[in-house]
């Protein structure tokens, strides 16, 4: 295992193709791989579907493939663990029993055929069972649109339900709000459905679980069943026997009883997850900064409105409750002017354009007192206990805000240029060492120019550890692109097998060199191949004079496949980056695919070409 390599592919992607030998086996971690066949129209098919804790290509362990029998891609995102032959082989070489017993195993014995014909029969079966039963795809497009539809009519209910409640004064139930309400119940109700007995889920080894009895057993114990069932129960069902309870009219009576709809809050985190998961995988590329804004934004805007009608409909109770009364009532609604001082209930509807008036004074309260801002020209009446309470109360939580908004904003503000950051800390501890070290000027000017330049080409991160952030999959699709014009001109890679090609430019290593430095000097032993991708280099004589000047090219081709030393100085005229090759690498790649022998065939072939061309340099 520790040998193994561990690989993400992106869905559609092709791990393998005709063309391009296997050098490796594949272990699937996690998602969906496709085997595919050509057709004699050339057309292709899939021949078999891989799922978690499958694997392919075992068979080029064991022997060199000159054409792949099959093409392999990705149906869904992958984690692959990859098995490279050369690793195989040195494992093997380390444990000498299991190679003797490799070598005695043969494919074509009657035990192994009777073997592997139950272990496929045993797949087959649970995959047809598995194909018989009837679940939903966690990853499939209509999850992840599903889970966008429920947060959706989640911020709904969290919106209309407590307004209808606090400033609907008077008003009656309507088709339209029966409608909406309704239809978010029903969404609901087939959320409950397909979480409890169709959401199919991966397990702690990544298979993917479809029985309806493992199904309800894990949204059992994933606590959300209780909020799920209690937000569905119909207490609305009330209103068939007091349609209205005064001060609150129908409207209102109807919308209290429906505020268990608010308990769905409780997994507004997790919903808004699955929601920028989707969107990721969509190609919705959301800056992280700017999201965790919107986020904290919603936050605030949902306390706020909960607060504003929580607030007004303390007021208008008091105002109900105190009406008629000498010296009432007494609250912050009625000293702004935004209630009628004698309310009747039933009475008539409140207009919409007092509805407005009087959610916007709401609004602007909450988010004073949320944010801490308190300007003091909407308060909570003195003579109003509850008022004043809940003022104390939406102070502490204001706090609780404020505390919150400022962590967030402290860590968005370090991740703004958090490279230039490390870049600069960078810096900063190579220049005390050379100060502490009394390193001649000259030298410590060279090293700050070295990683300016780092800087402006690469953001300060050196050539090698730049390629490392690439998968190797990907960087050789990546280095086969930039250097292509390079690789058909290199002596003997270019004459060999595409899999060989695609493991040479994966062994390639970025450099940068700056005016005036030295890549190689005359006489010196040439271990390296130089592959100038940018910038230009002057070549000298042993006399120090320029005889050339070369760009885009290889340097040091024949000296390094003839293993001699290098017959000319190259130095840098511009700031270059080069890509080398080095020769333990050529060496080790030689031995890991067997071509020691057909290099020296072909070195012996060539020898006079390649003398030839070091002549002419």
Known sequence: MVSME????GALYNIMTFDVPADSMYFIKKGRVHLLAEKEDKSLKVIRKLDANDCFAEGCLVEKWDRNPFMARTATECEIWVLKRSVFTTVLNDFPRSRSMLRQI???????????????AAKAAQKARRNSTLYIDPHSYFMQAWFGLILGVTLYSMIAVPFRVAFLENHEITASWAIMDYFGDLLFFADFVFRAAFLAFYDENNNLVVFHTDIWKRYLNSGKVKWHLLSALPVEVVVLIFPSLCPLWKLQTWSLFRLNKLLRATEMPYLIRRVESSLAKAGVKVPKNPLKVMKLLLIILLLAHLNSCA??????FNQHANSGVVGSPHNWANGEGLVDPSPTCPGEAVSLAIVTKQYTAGLYWAMATISTVGYGDITADLDSTQEILYSILILIVGMSVYTLVIASLEDIVSQLDVTSS??????????????????PEPLKARITSYYEQLWRSHLGIRGDKLLKYIPSFLKSDLMSDMLGPFIQKTFFVKDSTADYVQHIVQSLALEIYLPEDYLFREGERCDVLYFAYNGSIDLLTAQHVKFKTVSACLLG???FFLFEPHICTAKAVDSCEIFQLSMDDFIQSLHDYQLNKEFIEHLVANHSSLRAAKASN
């Not at 607030?311 to 208008?316: G, K, P, R, S, Y």
């Not at 490390?422 to 390193?439: G, P, R």
């Open 106 to 120: 043969s494919p074509k014995t009657d035990d192994v055929r009777r073997r592997a014909s139950i272990h496929i």
């Open 6 to 9: 561990q690989v993400f592919y």
């Open 557 to 559: 081709e024949s000296s």
């Open 311 to 316: 607030f007004f409909a303390m007021a208008n």
């Open 422 to 439: 490390l870049y600069k800390t960078k810096t900063d501890k190579i220049n005390a060492y050379a100060q502490i070290q009394c390193l």
